[in-house]
């Protein structure tokens, strides 16, 4: 390039920034594929779709895993009758008003043990925001999950989606998704 040429770059560049100033989408003009993409708009609520301020969903020590033994058999590995864990875990959130509403989804599996048989078991799943140590949000319920008959394991989708909490706590709240025997009345 020549001086002459590169004299001309600051005006340019500057030329730019006003135009994009001025611009009613200033964006548009360093992002000029933007305006073809589609806004973060939930077709199901038609509420903003936010996850730069979405509270990671995490497993404590402890709730990635759960047993259920016969009666009387706690701690025997002889008397298991199903072990269930959670692999993995996402989420997403959207706000509505003041509220942020976040749907976790938790995936894993049931393994029957030496005791166990086929068919529906029930696992304990609680999903908790936290701020500080201020419960914003809990709520246990009961995920079916159906092991085949002659079928020594079955993998599950755990899914709540009407995980609430005030939006303003988003970026200090965490989301926690494990295992809980319960009792289920409890927060």
């Not at 199901?44 to 936010?50: D, L, P």
């Not at 009758?81 to 993995?88: C, G, K, T, V």
């Not at 029930?122 to 908790?128: E, F, I, L, N």
């Not at 599950?156 to 295992?179: D, E, L, W």
């Amino acid at each position: 390039m020549s001086k002459r040429l590169l004299r001309f770059v600051p005006v340019l560049l500057g030329a730019a920034l006003i135009a994009g100033c001025t611009s009613p989408n200033p964006g548009a003009l360093l992002n000029p594929g933007a305006a073809n993409q589609q806004s973060g708009i939930d077709p199901v609520t038609n509420s903003e779709v936010v996850q730069g301020a979405c509270p990671q969903v995490l497993l404590r020590e402890g709730t990635a895993f759960y047993r259920t033994y016969q009666k009387g058999g706690d701690g025997d590995p002889a008397k298991v009758m199903h072990q269930a864990s959670i692999s993995d875990t996402t989420r997403q959130c959207r706000i509505s008003g003041d509220q942020m509403i976040a749907t976790v989804v938790a995936s894993g599996r049931v393994v029957t043990g030496p005791a166990g048989k086929s068919g529906q078991i029930d696992v304990p799943v609680r999903v908790v925001v936290l701020d500080g140590e201020n419960v914003l949000y809990s709520e246990l319920q009961k995920q079916p999950v159906v092991v085949a008959e002659g079928g020594p394991a079955a993998q599950f989708i755990f899914t709540n989606s009407t995980v609430t909490f005030p939006a303003t706590a988003s970026r200090t709240a965490k989301m926690y998704v494990g295992f809980d025997p319960g009792p289920y009345d409890t927060p």
